[in-house]
């Protein structure tokens, strides 16, 4: 497996790999990995499909402040309606949140980093297939305890061949 080379090569034996045998959804897996391991501390999560340089001590320290249960990392986007679209009040309390719109309210997406409470492993039924995006974040939202944080830095997405180009052109 190329995934444990790269463990073999880095040396890191704190890097876990997990193969799902069957998709669980973009949280029915990370749910699954910290619930069986009791997972206690504030946690971070970052898809692997984009290429990041942000601060994410700036992004922990302002989820710790505003106490939320999730804070999202948000960037902005010429195009939105590809992306998770943010809609949050001056203080970061998100009121919103638009999964790829049609016609986005705002150029402020989900860069695909954040930071949760280890509560939120708790927040459905025990479901197999879980969205973050479509079933997580509304019932968050309902609860008033999601955030965003803009990060400055760079990002690209790297989810399609030609995003991909880019960011190799890019970076």
Not at 95 to 113: D, E, L, R, V, W
């Amino acid at each position: 497996l190329l995934f444990e080379r790269w463990k073999k090569d880095y040396g890191n034996d704190e890097v876990i790999f997990i193969i799902e045998e069957e998709r669980l959804g973009t949280w029915g897996g990370i749910r699954r990995f910290l619930s069986e391991r009791n997972h206690a501390d504030t946690f971070v999560v970052t898809n692997g499909d984009e290429l990041k340089e942000m601060n994410i001590s700036k992004l922990i320290a302002f989820h710790k402040k505003s106490r939320a249960l999730v804070t999202l990392g948000t960037v902005q986007v010429e195009n939105p309606s590809d992306y998770g679209v943010i809609e949050a009040g001056t203080n970061g309390k998100v009121k919103a949140f638009h999964y790829k719109p049609q016609n986005p309210p705002t150029n402020h997406i989900m860069s695909g980093i954040y930071v949760a409470e280890p509560s939120v492993l708790k927040l459905l039924p025990d479901e197999k297939v879980i969205s973050f995006e479509e079933q997580i974040l509304p019932t968050i939202i309902e609860h008033r305890k999601l955030y965003e944080c803009h990060i400055p830095g760079r990002w690209n997405d790297t989810g399609t061949f030609e995003r991909y180009e880019q960011a190799i052109y890019d970076w």
